[in-house]
């Protein structure tokens, strides 16, 4: 009986050490996993929100530049341009972009493109935001 003992001994230990390696490699896996995770959730968040930046920064800069152009005009017209123009600055600047957590962050955000897009549509001025983006890209001072 002492020969069976010492072989069941022996099967546990390869069953303990396989079950042990197992553990070992799934929690070494989960802690490589776990820091790739937070490394290209970084890494995706500070590229989406550099790109939403872009896109606020672009907003407010159009809408800038239409008021200085329109401010001197005074037929009806134009009073309603500077209007809508004055709107997509107040949505720009009440904008939450400083907390990006907020929940209302992407209603806003679909707000003021529909705001840039009625001013764009009022000025006869292209509507999309990225071919103002594509056509920029070369510029250089």
């Given at each position: 009986?002492?020969?069976?003992?010492?072989n069941?001994?022996?099967?546990?230990?390869?069953?303990?050490?396989?079950?042990?390696?197992?553990?070992?490699?799934?929690?070494?896996?989960?802690?490589?996993?776990?820091?790739?995770?937070?490394?290209?959730?970084?890494?995706?968040?500070?590229?989406?929100?550099?790109?939403?930046?872009?896109e606020?920064?672009?907003?407010?800069?159009?809408a800038?530049?239409?008021?200085c152009?329109?401010?001197?005009?005074?037929?009806?017209?134009?009073?309603?341009?500077?209007?809508?123009?004055?709107?997509?600055?107040?949505?720009?600047?009440?904008?939450?972009?400083?907390?990006?957590?907020?929940?209302?962050?992407?209603?806003?955000m679909?707000?003021?493109?529909?705001?840039?897009?009625?001013?764009?549509s009022?000025?006869?001025?292209?509507?999309?935001?990225?071919?103002?983006?594509?056509?920029?890209?070369?510029?250089?001072?």
């Amino acid at each position: 009986m002492a020969g069976g003992s010492g072989n069941d001994d022996l099967f546990e230990s390869v069953f303990m050490t396989e079950n042990r390696l197992f553990q070992e490699g799934y929690r070494e896996g989960f802690e490589k996993g776990t820091q790739r995770g937070l490394r290209d959730g970084r890494r995706h968040g500070a590229s989406h929100g550099a790109t939403m930046s872009t896109e606020i920064s672009f907003y407010y800069g159009f809408a800038i530049a239409w008021k200085c152009i329109l401010q001197d005009n005074t037929d009806a017209k134009s009073r309603k341009r500077v209007k809508a123009v004055e709107a997509l600055l107040h949505l720009v600047q009440k904008s939450p972009h400083e907390n990006p957590q907020s929940p209302k962050l992407q209603e806003d955000m679909d707000k003021l493109r529909a705001k840039f897009r009625q001013v764009c549509s009022l000025l006869n001025v292209p509507a999309d935001f990225k071919d103002y983006v594509k056509n920029s890209s070369g510029v250089t001072f």
